[in-house]
């Protein structure tokens, strides 16, 4: 299921970009707005000017070979360290032959065809998947630090508030706690700045709450929240020791545990945390091989198939999210999808 470009100009709210690139001129504003996230990041002047050339060239393949897309810019922290990352979406032909569109010199387009090789050159880490006539989404990070967060799991996210709003009402965390590697989303209800209140406070108290269980750490969020909206709230932790995955969820945060090739959509009961939450339960699901979760809030829909997109569930989980809210937010509320994977 496609869904139409939803027309974003740009959004930012310190540590997250979203650029709409449907001409040339939104290049610079892309260029602009991730070079000032890599700023308030600490990433040095050279670092920064490596980080403007990654995104011209991303965006300029957009326009190119994309028919336009998106750039999302935001940080990230998890086994590969912590820095800056640039997601680059669009819903073009896509690359029949990845491998071979890395080569400096090749080109479908008449140009030079040094783009990609001068992405690869420039970030630490570049990750790529297309498909002919699935598009194209292309990851690259910048690593400023060792993560602060060790450990073995590999972290995702792309985001989208409701159009036009300056803040989101959607919100999530991930800590390595003793317990499992723990991810919060919280959906605040309805969006602009009390949503985002709703979902800051959700965010801080996991924080410092996180080596809690599931259960217990769902009511202190339920308490938490009542002074504010409220809000739908969805806490998923793999238990490497059990090779379990613990879910609680109130209200409609879409929960997927994806392992060895089976699907299995996890169990939330209605509700909103903070005001109504009849039933506050953790349910577990089992897993084999190195789990795949993936939460996303009720601005995207739920009739996605990453069966349909050829060789996407082995990539990178910021690809996965990325290509997820490419294509299947609804564009009438925030959106977002976060997607972890434990490698075990």
């Not at 009542?226 to 945060?253: E, Q, S």
């Amino acid at each position: 299921l496609r869904r139409a470009v939803v027309p974003w100009l740009s959004w930012h709210d310190g540590n997250k970009v979203l650029v709409s690139v449907t001409d040339t001129s939104q290049i610079a504003e892309a260029r602009r707005l991730a070079c000032s996230c890599a700023r308030r990041l600490g990433l040095s002047e050279t670092r920064t000017g490596q980080v403007a050339l990654v995104v011209t060239e991303l965006a300029t393949n957009i326009l190119k070979h994309g028919g336009g897309g998106e750039i999302l810019t935001s940080r990230f922290d998890d086994r590969d360290g912590a820095g800056l990352e640039v997601l680059a979406l669009d819903r073009g032909r896509g690359m029949a032959d990845v491998e071979r569109c890395l080569q400096d010199g090749y080109s479908t387009a008449g140009t030079p065809g040094n783009g990609l090789g001068a992405v690869i050159r420039q970030a630490d880490q570049v990750r790529i998947w297309s498909s002919p006539d699935h598009g194209t989404a292309i990851v690259a990070r910048f690593v400023a630090r060792a993560s602060a967060t060790p450990g073995k799991t590999q972290l995702g996210a792309a985001t989208a508030p409701f159009p036009g709003e300056s803040t989101n009402g959607d919100g999530w965390s991930f800590a390595s706690a003793v317990l499992g590697h723990t991810l919060l989303m919280i959906d605040g209800s309805g969006h602009g700045i009390e949503a985002a209140r709703a979902a800051q406070c959700a965010t801080e108290l996991f924080r410092e709450h996180v080596e809690d269980a599931c259960e217990h750490l769902m009511q202190r969020l339920h308490r938490a929240l009542a002074p504010t909206r409220g809000g739908a709230v969805a806490i998923a932790r793999i238990d490497a020791a059990a090779r379990t995955v613990r879910y609680v969820g109130v209200g409609n945060i879409s929960g997927t545990l994806i392992d060895n090739g089976s699907i299995r959509h996890m169990v939330s009961h209605n509700g909103t945390a903070g005001h109504i939450a009849p039933r506050i339960r953790e349910f577990t699901y089992g897993f084999t091989t190195d789990p795949l979760v993936i939460l996303h809030s009720d601005g995207v829909t739920t009739r996605w198939d990453l069966g349909s997109y050829p060789g996407l569930a082995a990539q990178h989980p910021s690809l996965i999210a990325g290509v997820l809210l490419r294509d299947h937010r609804r564009g009438r509320d925030d959106a977002t999808v976060v997607a972890m994977r434990a490698v075990l």
